[in-house]
T-cell receptor, first 113, second 114 residues
Framework: SQTIHQWPATLVQPVGSPLSLECTVEGTSNPNLYWYRQAAGRGLQLLFYSVGIGQISSEVPQNLSASRPQDRQFILSSKKLLLSDSGFYLC????????????FGQGTRLTVV | GNSVTQMEGPVTLSEEAFLTINCTYTATGYPSLFWYVQYPGEGLQLLLKATKADDKGSNKGFEATYRKETTSFHLEKGSVQVSDSAVYFCALSDYGGSNYKLTFGKGTLLTVNP
């Protein structure tokens, strides 16, 4: 069966420090991969999606970047965190080429202080 | 573009009450529709889905019917439990030029009291 792992679960980082959040998927190949952010108020904002290695699409301009160095690995990064980067970050995957659901990781709670 | 509108709540019910959370959508194509649930501090879990008009998705006593004529996918449960307290998201998946993308509503917080 397919599983998605996301870590760390919680993170407290000072303003101006770098960020690296990692997500890996097991049990499937060539998935679509997504990073979402959920700020206070519960809404979900799509940050990045990837249809393959090295292929990243950004949905909103921001202080973050994403990379996909391997087929089932998706990394969210920042060189210098801002207070406004605080939030709950969710990684997700879906089967490529099908109009179907996405499966989510457990999320990372990031607090920038 | 695509959009999903759901009642924002919060919704507070007593145990065994009937639940309805309204969801309507706008899509350029022929979307699939979903309800996700998020328990405190966790990621989203798929609750149910429907992929074509008049399909009924169901799971754990929850139901929703894909209504193309009214572009709606309302979530219902006949008798809620305290353990149903969570945030519920309505979502659609549609082709966005190069990829299928999920579009979410803003979520509805449900609190069920004993």
């Amino acid at each position: 069966s397919q599983t998605i792992h996301q870590w760390p679960a919680t993170l407290v980082q000072p303003v101006g420090s770098p960020l690296s959040l990692e997500c890996t998927v097991e049990g499937t190949s060539n998935p679509n991969l997504y990073w979402y952010r959920q700020a206070a108020g519960r809404g979900l904002q799509l940050l990045f999606y990837s249809v393959g290695i090295g292929q990243i699409s950004s949905e909103v301009p921001q202080n973050l970047s994403a990379s996909r160095p391997q087929d089932r690995q998706f990394i969210l990064s920042s060189k210098k965190l801002l207070l406004s980067d605080s939030g709950f970050y969710l990684c997700a995957w879906s089967v490529k080429g099908m109009n179907t659901e996405a499966f989510f990781g457990q999320g990372t709670r990031l607090t920038v202080v | 573009g695509n959009s999903v509108t759901q009642m924002e709540g919060p919704v507070t019910l007593s145990e065994e009450a009937f639940l309805t959370i309204n969801c309507t959508y706008t899509a350029t194509g022929y979307p699939s529709l979903f309800w996700y649930v998020q328990y405190p501090g966790e990621g989203l879990q798929l609750l149910l889905k429907a992929t074509k008009a008049d399909d009924k998705g169901s799971n754990k006593g929850f139901e929703a019917t894909y209504r193309k004529e009214t572009t709606s996918f309302h979530l219902e449960k006949g008798s809620v439990q305290v353990s149903d307290s969570a945030v519920y998201f309505c979502a659609l998946s549609d082709y966005g030029g190069s990829n299928y993308k999920l579009t979410f509503g803003k979520g509805t917080l449900l609190t069920v009291n004993p």
